[in-house]
């Protein structure tokens, strides 16, 4: 079964977002999405899209790697795999070797506040994926037999993408330091000793405490309506129980009183890189108000190959191969804002990392433009309108908010309250946040060969 280990699912990520107030009539939605709710607290959201006859089918659950408990890194991550081996009425592997058969492609996700899994069909198959995906949300079966072989798999996945990875490692080490107290500081995939400690009455527990319709939803978009789901929902997933589901309590970041620098040398990098993270409000938790104008600072700052940091250290200064900036706002709880470089071959790190902190500290003092601000609305309004013709966009930005603590009229209202974000709020928002006590320095370097 072709597996993707995700930390965090990426893709249109810009387009998730919280709303500071309700979204006003009139105005044009971005997926115009249907929604309803079984008896059993299941959400069921429905975006049609008739461009081809196949359809997307998702479920999400609102659990993930930060509502572990500790000492048990990696459940959230190890039971994403364990959800494929089987219930009552199939055998381990068998409803991927379903999907297989009938044409169809599958995968699933873990990130620190949801897990996800999903299925891409023909419309004509629809009812095959839900009728099974009901089934393992109520009857998943574990045993030693399947549960400690797959215990290896994980384990190895860790050495691979992890272990074998210097710039993942760098990650890592980063995230511990950015998130002194909070979850977050852990790794999805788990610390290594942790991993090895987990078990079939762990991956249980964490099933029966989590996976419940009523702390899911499920999402379905392409060659449908929601009169055609409906029934088929209620049909196999209205059957499946609710059952208590704990609070999502997460401890609070304190405060940082100091800048933290992390360096990582290693034979097995390549391309030496440099990256200054913040920690930043998100949608959810923090100076809320901030999170539109830094998705707008975002756009300006590492936008592509007409962002500020691209032309300045790459085409005018010539001292970068890359340069950019991320906004990590899509948590239920605090996020991130980094700039990131990466010199040109045979210039020194020391020089693009003077390069780059020259042109964030010329970002503090001066601030942005109001042209700047407008160019960026432009270009992330043009972005929200191609996420439409995407299949896989609608329910992996929905899913995200919903799963996230957002609504679906956050996520319709998103090119209004972008569209509203001032010149005034933007330098505001950065002045904010690009704090050095709150930040970290991660360093890649590789070792000298001599």
Known sequence: MPRRFALT??????FVSASLAGPRPGLAAVFDPESFTLDNGLQVVVVSNHRAPIV????WYKVGAADETPGKSGIAHFLEHLMFKGTDKLAPGEFSQIIARNGGQENAFTSWDYTGYYQTVAKDRLELVMQHEADRMANLRLTDAVVNP??????EERRSRIDNE?????????NASLYMNHPYRIPIIGWEHEMQGLTTEDAIAFYNQWYAPNNAI?????????????????????PVAPRAVPARDRIEE?????????????????????????????????????????QVLDEIMGGGTTSRLYRDLVVEQGIAAAAGSGYDSNNLDLGSFTFYVSPRPGLEMAAAEAALLAAVERLKQDGVSAEEVAAAKQRLSADAIYARD???????????????????EDVESWPERVAAVTVEQVNAALRAVLQDDQSVTGVLLPKPTS
């Open 9 to 14: 699912l990426v893709a249109l990520a810009l």
């Open 390 to 408: 995407s299949l896989s966009g609608a329910p992996n930005i929905l899913g995200r908010a919903l799963a996230s603590g957002r609504s679906i």
């Open 218 to 238: 499920l999402i379905v978009a392409g060659d449908v309506t929601a009169a055609e789901v409906r029934p088929l929902a209620e049909k196999y997933y209205g």
């Open 56 to 59: 997307q089918h998702m479920v």
């Open 166 to 174: 210097p710039s993942a490692q760098l990650g890592e080490m980063v």
């Open 254 to 294: 304190p405060q940082q009183f100091a800048p933290r620098r992390v360096t990582l040398t290693s034979e097995r990098v390549r391309q030496p890189s440099l990256s200054v993270t913040y920690l930043a409000p998100s949608h959810n938790r923090g100076d809320t108000q901030h999170s539109y104008p830094l």
């Open 150 to 155: 797959e215990r290896d798999v994980i384990l």
